[in-house]
């Protein structure tokens, strides 16, 4: 896990600043609790780092996470993969890592997603969602994202999967 800053939100998901909530706990030798969001959020955040340096080796790796599929290339791409929408996200592009685009907070993770993705003719094809371009990649390792979506969808239950994704608008009117 990176280092966190003083003036940045405490990852215990208590919404304080980290230097009055678990700073002076951390520097008294005292290991603070964090929620399972807060866990998850850093597991997050850190297998996409990792799943980054392994594009940045150009070595091909899949790994799922929850409803998520990680994907690095042997050209040095790396993608997040979001499957019950369909979603995707570059992280890294022959071999160079990109800004991770996601809005945390203690309630909620927001991935900026900037594709769908879909399989066509056994390739692999993206979506923009800025102009609705198409772009279809070479030697993406279709079978196994296939696989990988199959084995997801086996363990969750669809009614879960159906309440991934919050509506910005029903979670504004909640608040």
């Known amino acids: 896990m990176g280092k966190i800053g ?11 600043k980290f230097k009055h909530c678990c700073l002076p706990k951390e520097q008294a030798g005292v290991t603070p609790a964090r929620s399972q969001e807060a866990e998850f959020k850093l597991s997050l955040i850190s297998e996409l780092e990792a799943i980054v340096k392994v594009a940045m080796e150009k070595r091909q790796k899949i790994r799922e996470l929850g409803v998520f599929i990680l994907l690095a290339t042997e050209d040095g791409d790396a993608w997040l993969l979001e499957i019950t929408d369909s979603d995707a996200v570059q992280l890294a592009r022959g071999g160079e890592a990109l800004e991770i685009p996601i809005d945390e907070n203690p309630e909620t993770i927001e991935i900026n997603w900037s594709h769908t993705f879909d399989f066509s003719n056994k390739e692999f094809e993206l979506t923009a969602y800025s102009d609705q371009s198409k772009s279809v990649m070479e030697n993406y390792p279709v079978k196994e994202i296939s696989a990988a979506i ?5 363990k969750f239950p669809s009614e879960l999967l159906n309440q991934i994704h919050v509506d910005p608008a029903e979670h504004k009117q909640a608040t």
């Open 6 to 16: 003083r003036n940045e939100q405490c990852p215990c998901g208590s919404g304080k």
């Open 150 to 154: 199959k084995r997801i969808k086996k």
